[in-house]
């Protein structure tokens, strides 16, 4: 894994550290994905694929030499207060002994996946349901349960992963797998990890986060900040979870949760400035800047350099440079 220590950074450089890649339930290649983010100027990335960091290597060794940094990242399943919240996890180093116990967790998570996905396509098979399209779909990935979903829609037993979903539950199987929040949260911080709860303000059946809730999460868990940047939000979901954020001593970060081109949305230029005390907390700095780091309307990062002089937008010379690795952390 890969950080740039000392790395320092613009106000208006181009951030988001929430994608996804076909190492989970996304469709980015690895490389389609840097092509995109490298067309347009991104400086900080990271993919945070669903409880895996198989594509995350890939990432850095094309992202690197094309002037980006890239974060290691992983959105890992959790279980709170009777229903999931996904974690989004940074910087950890999976290879350092430190991290054994995070690791650990991860490979059960994998196991456990694996395991559903399995029970599903037998249940689903005993129904005279046949998935002919399985290895196509899977392509000689670890199988996963949305591997399940998507054949069904392909092979004409489902219109969608929503009515997929329901035929798996109602065959025997909910393809549920998680594990406790506090148990991950502690894990990930065990092995350097910084954990930042994803999409407070996205309804996934469970209701927003409330502040009361994030009160009694924090009494529980140790979690490092909110993503309260986000591709849903309007400024007033954006202002509400900053602030929920910043009044609790909590650190805000910034993603798209893209998964495909234009799928829900492309990876989105968030300016480094809105984030700046996350960056830090990485081993970044960031330029100083004068004014809020973020107001209602704030022009995004592309924005913000359109309207700058032509010198202002070269890449620096740090940013062509070979990033060095991360040094072990006791």
């Known amino acids: 894994m890969f950080v740039p220590p000392n790395e320092c950074l613009q106000p208006h450089d181009a951030v988001d550290v929430h994608m996804h890649t076909l190492a ?46 890239v974060v290691p990242g992983i959105e890992v399943t959790t279980e709170w207060d009777r229903r999931q919240w996904h974690l989004l996890v940074y910087n950890v180093d999976m290879e350092l002994p430190r991290s054994q116990r995070f690791r650990q967790l991860i490979t059960e998570q994998d196991d456990n996946l694996r395991a559903a996905a399995e029970r599903a396509i037998e249940l689903v098979e005993n129904q005279g349901k046949q998935l002919k399209s399985l290895d196509e779909v899977v392509a000689g990935r670890p199988l996963l349960p949305v591997h399940v979903l998507r054949t069904l829609i392909k092979d004409g037993h489902a219109t969608n992963l929503m009515t997929a979903h329901r035929l798996v539950i109602n065959a025997g199987e909910d393809l549920k797998v998680d594990t ?25 059946g469970g209701g927003l986060m ?16 909110l993503e309260g940047h986000y591709r849903s939000y309007s400024d007033t979901d954006t202002t509400k979870y900053r602030s929920m954020a910043i009044d609790r001593g909590l650190v805000v970060s910034c993603g798209s949760d893209s998964h495909a081109p234009g799928h829900p ?35 995004d990062a592309a924005e913000i350099k359109a309207s700058l002089p032509e010198k202002h937008v070269t890449v620096s010379d740090t940013a062509a440079g070979v990033l060095q690795p991360l040094r072990a952390r006791s």
Do not use: Y
């Open 210 to 225: 409330s502040e009361e809730q994030l009160d009694r999460m924090l009494k529980i868990a140790a979690i490092d900040g």
């Open 24 to 69: 989970s339930d996304g469709d980015w290649t690895p490389q389609e994905l840097v092509d995109h983010l490298a067309e347009r100027e991104f400086r900080v990335i990271a993919v945070c694929d669903h409880d895996t960091m198989r594509s995350v290597d890939e990432v850095i060794e094309r992202a690197q030499p094309r002037g980006m940094i």
């Open 265 to 299: 949305v492309n990876p989105k230029p968030h300016a480094a400035r809105w984030v700046a005390p996350f960056l830090r907390r990485l081993g970044f700095s960031v330029e100083p800047f004068r004014g809020a780091s973020w107001t209602p309307g704030a022009p």
């Open 180 to 204: 406790p929040l506090d148990v991950t949260v502690a894990a990930a911080r065990e092995a350097g990890g910084i954990c930042i709860v994803a999409h407070p303000g996205r309804d996934d």
